[in-house]
């Protein structure tokens, strides 16, 4: 086999496990789906090139007033490549019973919300969206900012369920947020005890 022969196999072999690697490691944002609200799948490579937000919410929530805050984010940095990806879930104290037109239809009323909200989701467990379990393999949970109000609280409501929960990646509340940079990739996630200050400032940096 002459020279040339040989690094034509090699670069193959290459591109081959590359394009495996690609196809069963679904390692960036792009390489899943979400359905909307009319029942139609979304590929998420149409988000190439953006700087994301993706938070799962509930309505009768504590912390449902970010919903404001998610909506400031949005108007200020939307023009310059920022999106928001909602999934309202239900998994969390029961705090999002609505269907999810009435959901969406709650937070336009309420808080003004423009952008993109998905169908309900679960985010921990055996029917969990793969979306998160990728998102909690990439980032997880590394506890509550403790001068928020709430966070002793939750605190205290988990550990009461299971006195290990923070050494798993598992979704805690809602209003978690994991942030994603032009390339798809997960830099960040975001505990909703948050401040919005510090999530406003690393959107900066990326865009």
């Known amino acids: 086999m002459s020279k040339i022969n040989r690094l034509i196999v090699i670069i193959a072999a290459m591109a081959f ?3 495996s690697c690609n196809l069963n490691g679904k390692k960036t944002l792009y390489d899943f789906e979400a359905v909307a609200q009319d029942g139609n799948p ?5 988000y190439k090139g953006k700087v994301v ?9 504590g912390f449902t007033p970010q919903y404001s ?4 984010l949005y108007d200020k940095f939307n023009s310059r490549g920022f999106e928001i990806i909602d999934f309202p879930c239900n998994q969390f ?17 309420n808080y003004g919300t423009k952008f993109p909200q998905f169908k309900q989701i ?5 029917n969990e969206e793969p979306l998160y379990t990728w998102l909690k393999s990439e980032k997880g949970f590394q506890g509550f900012d403790k001068k928020h109000p709430s966070a002793a609280k939750l605190d205290e409501r988990l550990s009461a369920q299971n006195p290990n929960y923070a050494s798993d990646s598992d979704i805690k509340w809602n209003f978690t947020k ?17 401040d919005i200050v510090l999530i406003e400032e690393k959107i900066k940096e990326l865009l």
């Open 178 to 194: 994991f942030l994603i940079d032009q390339n798809g990739n997960v830099v960040a996630r975001f505990e909703p005890t948050t």
């Open 69 to 72: 805050q998610l909506q400031s």
């Open 122 to 126: 679960e985010v921990n467990g055996e």
């Open 53 to 61: 937000l993706i938070v799962n919410t509930a309505s009768k929530c």
């Open 93 to 109: 104290g029961g705090q999002s019973p609505e269907n999810d037109s009435e959901t969406t239809k709650f937070c336009q009323l």
């Open 42 to 46: 979304i590929a998420l490579e149409t």
């Open 17 to 19: 496990t590359l394009s």
